[in-house]
Structures are given as C-alpha cells and as structure tokens.
C-alpha cells in the first residue's frame, strides 16, 4: 500500500490535484524500493518507512531526469539513513553453536 496522496500533496506543499496520477505512480514505486532495499514489506504506518518514501516521491516530482548538473545523487540525502535500522543484514557469518558439556 502507497501512501496517502493527501500525505504526498502535503509533504510537496501542492493544493490542486492536476499531478495526482503520476503521484501515485512515484509512491508505488517509491514503496516498492523501500520493500527491496530493507527486506521488509512497505508499511506506510511506520514513520521511517514512510518518510524516506516521502523524500524519494519528491525527488522524482521535482527532478524527473536520472541525474541533474545540479544533484548528482541518485538518492535523496537521509534515504540510506532512515532505512539503515529497518535493513535486514545479510553478512555470510554464522555464530557458531556452543558445545553443551555432557
């Protein structure tokens, strides 16, 4: 589940709903890359989730070109940093089973 179009046109200081459609369209993908990137199903209920989609919608609205002269992340700053706590970590490393003494 997006979130909110009345949350987007909020966070994006919009009163008309002229861009609703392609709104919609950047917080279905937004969720979406939320989800992949921390493992987790999107969940517009949780404040990091929701906020870091928040900043991902905006970029898309404002900047609809891949990279501009003017920002070359890809991402929108704090992205990585509120989903860094949600990511499940996948390292490789397996804690070894201690030995019960018989």
Same mark, same amino acid.
């Given at each position: 589940?997006?979130?909110?179009?009345?949350?987007?046109?909020?966070?994006?200081?919009?009163?008309?709903?002229? +861009? +609703?459609?392609?709104?919609?369209?950047?917080?279905?993908?937004?969720?979406?890359?939320?989800?992949?990137?921390?493992?987790?199903?999107? +969940?517009?209920?949780?404040?990091?989730?929701?906020?870091?989609?928040?900043?991902?919608?905006?970029?898309?609205?404002?900047?609809?070109?891949?990279?501009?002269?003017?920002?070359?992340?890809?991402?929108?700053?704090?992205?990585?940093?509120?989903?860094?706590?949600?990511?499940?970590?996948?390292?490789?490393?397996?804690?070894?089973?201690?030995?019960?003494?018989?």
């Amino acid at each position: 589940m997006p979130l909110p179009i009345a949350l987007i046109r909020a966070h994006l200081v919009i009163d008309h709903e002229d +861009d +609703d459609q392609i709104l919609t369209h950047y917080s279905n993908v937004a969720a979406m890359w939320v989800a992949a990137y921390t493992g987790q199903p999107f +969940d517009p209920a949780n404040a990091l989730m929701a906020q870091a989609a928040l900043l991902l919608v905006a970029t898309q609205y404002e900047s609809r070109e891949a990279v501009t002269f003017s920002n070359a992340y890809q991402l929108p700053f704090g992205v990585h940093d509120l989903l860094s706590p949600l990511k499940e970590r996948v390292t490789g490393y397996v804690a070894p089973v201690a030995e019960v003494a018989a």
